[in-house]
C-alpha cells in the first residue's frame, strides 16, 4: 500500500457506492481507490425510495408498491403514488454490484481496510489500519466526532426495530405500504408503525421513533407485538429476520468538516435528509453532482447544499424536537392537505415557491410559527 490515487472514497455504503457507479457511469479514467473495512452493519439495511416509474437500480430492488398509506386512529388516508414507485433495495445488493463493476475496471482499487488518519496538504495521507497511501481528492465517510459532541444543533433521532414477519395465511395486501400507522404510539413521541408487505404472508413491521432518545429493545418489541395482535391481527407468526437502526436527523452543519480537496460525503455530509431521515435517493443525486463537479474542475461543494430546502428542514425539525408528542398531528396535516405526489417533490426538494408556500401554510401552527421566526433571525 504505497501508491497514489487521484480520488480515494473513503467507506463503501450509500454514499461511497454511489460515487462509485457515478463514476464508473461517466466513464473517467482517473485512478481510484475505495477504502473500507466492510465491518459497520452497511450491508444489514433495507433502503426503500420512491422515483418516477422506471428507474436505473431496478435489477437490484427487492420489492415495490404503487399505493399507500397514511393512518392515524380516526383516519384512513389513501396513497396512490403513481408516476412515482416506492421501491426497496437490499444495501447488500446494491454494494455488491458496485464492487462487481468496479473490479472490471482497472484504474478502480478497492482495499479492505480501517481508515485511521487523513492529512491536510495538497497530498493527503492516508493512514489505514495495514499501511498509507496518499490521494489528491479524499471522499470520506466518516462522521466527524464533533457531531456526537455537538449540543447546539437540533437533532432528533430516528431509531427503529422492526421484523420481517412470516405467516401461514394470507394476512397482507402486498400491493399496499404503510408509510405511516399512528394507530398505536408511545406516548409524548412522534411514534408509529411502518409496514413493507412482501408478499400476501410475508412483511417487514417495523416500530419507528422520531425522537431525542433511543428506547431499549424491549421497548420495541411490546409495540411490535402490539401491533401485530391488534391491528394485524395476528396471533400465530415467525420472525424471519430483524432490522433495526438509529438515523440522525439533524441541523447540525456538517458541512464544517470539508477541507480543500477533502470532502466528507453520506451522514457525515449531510446527505440525509434532516426532515425524513431518507439519504438513498439524495445520495444518488449528490454523488451525480459531486462527480460532474470534479469533471469540470469546479469546487467540490458546488450546487451541493439547498439553504431554502435546508430551512424548511430545520423548521421541520424544530417543531417535531419542540413537541415531540403532537408529531402525528404535523404529518397528518401534510398527508391530508396535499397530493402524495406534491409531497414527493418537497421532499426531493423539487418544488417551486409557490408549491412550498402551499404545503407550508395549511401546516401553520404557533409552533411553526415560532420555529420559523426562530430560524430567520
Ligand atoms: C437499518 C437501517 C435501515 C435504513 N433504511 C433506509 C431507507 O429505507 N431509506 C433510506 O434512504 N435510508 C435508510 N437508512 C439510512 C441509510 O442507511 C443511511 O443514511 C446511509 O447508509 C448513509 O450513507 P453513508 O454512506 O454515509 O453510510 P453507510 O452506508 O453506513 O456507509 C459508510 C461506510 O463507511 C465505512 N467506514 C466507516 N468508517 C470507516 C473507516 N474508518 N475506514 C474504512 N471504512 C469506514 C463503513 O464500513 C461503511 O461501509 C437506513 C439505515 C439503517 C441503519
Redesign the pocket.
Known sequence: MDSHYDIAI???????SHIVQELLRRKVHLNILI????????L??????WEKGKGKWDHLISHSWKKGSYIMPHDFIGLDIDPYVYK?IE?RDF?AFAKAELQQKPNFTLIE????SVSSGDIKKIV?EQGTVTASVVLD??IDPKFFQDTKATTLQQH?KGWVIKTQQPTFDPEVFTMMDYRLRDAGTTSFTYVLPYSTTQALVEFTYFSKDVVSDATYEKYLQEYITKYLHLTQYSIEKT?????PMTSYKFEQHHRKNHLK????GG??KPST???????EKKAAQLVDNMLSKRELTHGMISKKFGFYDDIMLDVLHGDNGRGHEVFHTLYKKNKIQTIFRFLDQETSLSQELGIMLPMTSAAFLSAFFKKLF
Open positions: 473513503i467507506g463503501m455504503g450509500c454514499a461511497g477504502i473500507d473495512d466492510f465491518k459497520a452493519a452497511s444489514d439495511k433495507t433502503w426503500s425510495f426497496t444495501s454494494i481496510d480501517k481508515v485511521q489505514c465517510s466518516r427503529f432490522e433495526q437502526g438509529i438515523i460525503i453520506g451522514t457525515a446527505w440525509v431521515g431518507y439519504s438513498f435517493k439524495m445520495s
